[in-house]
């Protein structure tokens, strides 16, 4: 039996947590992400964004980003830069 797959919520924490062990105050770091993670983070809602603290414009843009499978302002709002490839460790949520 295989474990129920992350809501893009715990997606986003996860991502948060491993980004910290990269994180840089001059650049934004690339962050690596198995591409099996990454459409874990299409499950984020503008709802959610909300509910994580961001504004509803912002949160708006970044779900309509995601709809279209653009992972940038995500990015931008998280500090960090995506890398998507499938050769990647994957995340433990």
């Known amino acids: 039996m295989h474990p ?8 986003y924490y996860a991502v948060k947590k491993a980004a910290r062990a990269i994180a840089d105050a001059w650049t934004r770091p690339a962050f ?8 874990h983070l299409l499950k984020l809602t503008p ?5 994580l603290g961001y504004d509803r414009s912002i949160a708006d843009r970044v779900s ?13 709002m998280m500090g960090i830069r995506f890398v998507s490839e499938f050769g ?3 995340l433990a949520v």
């Open 32 to 39: 690596e992400i198995h591409k099996c993670d990454a459409t």
């Open 64 to 76: 309509y980003a995601l709809f279209h499978a653009d992972f940038e302002p995500l990015g931008q």
């Open 47 to 51: 709802l959610d964004f909300v509910e």
């Open 4 to 11: 129920m797959p992350p809501t893009g919520i715990e997606m």
């Open 88 to 90: 990647i460790r994957r």
